[in-house]
């Protein structure tokens, strides 16, 4: 991936229940199909008992792989609600399987999409999301005299410290945004009289909390 995108924070779990029927969601990151489907199996095997292990994965920054399966349920009323959710909140590289253990009362379609939705969203939920941000290291040196003007313009910019190394000077270690590169650079060299050396370093994916909302906006 080369951009930012939004993933599930952390592995997780939630159950609700709908007339005496358990529905019980289990999420995973993936980043293959060899891994969805081991999580999925793994779900199996935790749950002989239950009726049905429905679920749905999207792998890749443009869902290159994208499956759904009802696993017993009728068509179109489980895999592809599940599915839907992951596609709603734009989430990727995100395997979602849904346990039903049938309490004796049928749903009906509607109720069952609905089901199955509510199921996998409330999980999503819980466990919280994240923004995938591609950002790069910065490492930026500065004499003891300037080293509270700098940390004055990171607290400013609202720019957190990686780490910071004490020595003959003090080096702050930094992550910016792509977009934000060549402009907090600027700023830097601008606000210590060009008294500061700024070295690049590697490009990576750091993660950033951000709120959940069911219309995925």
């Not at 969601?25 to 969805?36: D, N």
């Not at 004499?143 to 004055?152: E, H, I, M, P, V």
Request: glycine share 6%; charged share 25%; net charge negative.
């Amino acid at each position: 991936m080369s951009s930012d995108y939004l993933t599930i924070k952390a592995s997780g779990q939630h159950e609700i229940e709908i007339k005496k029927s358990q529905f019980i969601c289990s999420l995973e990151r993936v980043t293959s199909k060899e891994a969805a489907d081991a999580f999925i199996q793994t779900v199996r095997d935790d749950n002989p008992k239950a009726n049905h292990n429905c679920f749905a994965y999207m792998i890749g920054q443009k869902d290159e792989i994208q499956r759904e399966s009802d696993d017993g349920e009728p068509s179109g009323t489980a895999g592809v609600p599940i599915l839907e959710v992951l596609k709603m909140m734009h989430l990727h590289d995100v395997c979602a399987v849904v346990t039903r253990y049938f309490g004796g009362t049928k749903l009906g379609a509607g109720g069952l999409i609905r089901a199955y939705s509510n199921a996998t969203s409330r999980a999503i939920e819980q466990v919280g999301l994240v923004k995938k941000v591609m950002q790069r290291d910065l490492t930026v040196t500065v004499s003891y005299a300037n080293f509270d003007k700098l940390s004055y313009f990171l607290t400013q910019q609202d720019l957190p410290t990686a780490s910071t190394e004490y020595g003959t000077d003090v080096t702050v270690h930094i992550a910016i945004n792509l977009d934000q590169l060549e402009t907090v650079q600027a700023a830097i060299t601008n606000r210590l009289a060009g008294q500061v050396l700024i070295e690049l370093g590697d490009m990576r994916y750091n993660e950033v909390a951000v709120p959940v909302y069911r219309d995925g906006h």
